[in-house]
């Protein structure tokens, strides 16, 4: 991606910020000091901001998730690069089997749900010791930290080809359709991944348009990404070429 401030390399990969993710990472900040039980000041500010920081931890802690289990298989990774709607893993080459392209597309949504089960044990511990006041405002944090991750896991997990559960069915029809390998299945995926993203343009300008809220414009704008990369990767099986990059969508932001 263009327009990207590399920031230096983590295991060994390239580790990227795409300078979309300096809004959303002022956005999250503004959106969580909002809801904060804290006057609004410094403090609410600091908070959201350590926030919006644990969500940025979170989308990188998921696409290392993929990095680490693709190099255990024998899969280089690129770089990982954050950007608008979430992160991107660029691999160096396809998995070789179907089983490793399946463990490589579940590893960053089982990262997020581990994640989500930490934050939400942290938010419990903040209520509990830490009750009033900025233990308070940390827990709501905690909270948009544990659902931040929840919709990294199972947000992903559909199956709408390139997002990792469309990934993992993906495998399961290499796996299932030996004789067609890894192109036949691409294909078939990514045709799923496009009806989803359809889907998701569809209902997100209906829903937008009808209840006025922005958010719903996210799944808009979201779906129309996913189509496109459906569309480039359904013709990358064709044309056998370098593998395009993998993509994972966080949450809305307008969900703080
Ligand atoms: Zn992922």
Excluded: C, K
Aim: aromatic share 8%; glycine share 8%.
């Amino acid at each position: 991606m263009r327009q990207t401030l590399v920031l230096g390399r983590l295991f060994g990969v390239r580790i990227g910020v795409h300078v979309s993710w300096l809004a959303v990472y002022a956005f999250v900040t503004y959106a969580l000091a909002r809801v904060l039980p804290m006057p609004p000041g410094a403090e609410a500010i600091g908070v959201a901001a350590l926030g919006a920081l644990a969500l940025f931890a979170s989308v990188l802690a998921h696409e290392l998730a993929h990095a680490l289990v693709a190099r255990r298989f024998g899969v280089r990774t690129e770089g990982i690069t954050l950007f608008l709607l979430g992160g991107v893993a660029t691999l160096a080459e396809e998995p070789r089997t179907p089983r490793a392209d399946a463990a490589i597309a579940l590893a960053g949504p089982a990262m997020s749900a581990t994640l989500a089960v930490l934050a939400f044990a942290l938010q419990l511990a903040l209520d509990r010791f830490l009750a009033g006041g900025l233990g308070s405002a940390l827990a709501v944090a905690a909270t948009y930290v544990f659902l931040a991750n929840a919709v990294l896991a199972a947000f992903n997990l559909l199956p709408a080809y390139p997002m990792d559960g469309g990934r993992v069915l993906r495998a399961l029809l290499w796996r299932a359709r030996r004789s067609r390998g890894r192109e036949g299945a691409t294909t078939i995926a990514a045709r799923v991944g496009m009806a989803f993203a359809l889907l998701f343009v569809t209902a997100g300008v209906f829903a937008a348009a009808a209840t006025r809220e922005p958010t719903f414009a996210w799944y808009a704008v979201l779906g129309a990404f996913l189509l496109r990369q459906a569309w480039t990767q359904q013709r990358h099986a064709r044309a056998a070429a370098a593998p395009p990059p993998r993509a994972d969508v966080a949450a809305a932001p307008a969900a703080a």
